[in-house]
């Protein structure tokens, strides 16, 4: 029997992957076999179902203090295309989504320098004020720290206070690539692997759950994305606090690393496939449909995803400004339940937690 084949027995049998033995199922193993593989993982802990949410974006601001080199989103203060919402147009964009049935509003955006803790608690308490029951997933590990370190608070505290404004989740973004060359190479200056980690963690043992992702295709190996997964892994293993991993294709218009490329498709299955064999303690793995674009979310179906995020409804910018196929990306439930019916499962509506909404059999 091959390396590989020997690797596959293992994982059937309920082994759990090492680094060396993911690393070498990762580079041998052919496509269709990993795509075996993690459906079967996925059916064991989501059966036939692949979710999806009502949803909209709020990104406040493109300023940023940092300047990854990755980033097609971020605008310096003072130019034309730089934006930074009062909170009177935050209301705004809120109340323009009302009546749709969202249940989650996803906040993120750049590190603004002249914002701190006290403006996002508010922002936090302004949205729920407009919209009682949507719940907040808020902020990047990368804007909690920055925030917090500004108010000059502890971790716990800092987040307490969002938890009291009504914040309840906490997105994936920020956490790039674990491997410390590599992330101080493509984002100088941003919050260490170490800090996110320590966020999330600190954010669980509070009662928030989170989500994690990893921004692979550019300078990495996959070495380094075994790495990161095996460093989420362990975290989950200390909390139980992350409902779903996102792997972030990375996307290379307009930004300081386009002279990279962008990686074929086949790698983009490789990596969900590889995800949800390495992180067996994370429930969700997110084909977030926004950065592949409808034909590979449709694709990443067939290979250990179950999840698509959501509606979106055209308040995203960040895949937008860096490439991707939907210029106001936006999708129906209609067509986020065809979608996900065409690759042969059940589409099942879900909150920020996962509770299933409206289910039906
Ligand atoms: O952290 C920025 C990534 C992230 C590019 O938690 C890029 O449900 C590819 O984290 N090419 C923010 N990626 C988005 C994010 C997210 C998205 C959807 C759902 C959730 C969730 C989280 O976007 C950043 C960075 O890793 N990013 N620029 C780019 N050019």
Redesign the pocket.
Known sequence: MSNWEDIVARVEAGERLSADDALALWQQAPLWRLGELAVKKKRSISGDKVFYNKNFHLEPTNTCVFNCK????RRPKGSPEAWDMSMEEVEQLVRSYEGRGVTEV?I?GGVHPEHGLDYYCDMIRRVKAIMPHVAI?AF?AVELAYMIRKAGLTIEAGLQLLKEAGMESI??????IFDEKIRAEICPGKCSSAEWLEMHEKAHKLGFDS?A?M?YGHIESVEHRVDHLMRLRELQDKTGGLN?F?P????NFG?SMSEIGEVPITDDLRTLAMSRLILDNVPHI?A?WV?YGKQTTEMALAFGADDI?GTIDDSTK?YSM?GADDQRPRMSVEQMREMVERAGFRAVERDTHYNEIGYEE
Not at 248 to 251: A, E, S
């Open positions: 990755f980033c097609s989103f996803h993120v997933k990047t997105p994936g973004g920020g956490a790039e989500n992702t921004l779903a996102i972030l294709k990375y996307r930004n997110k977030y950065m995020d960040i860096a």
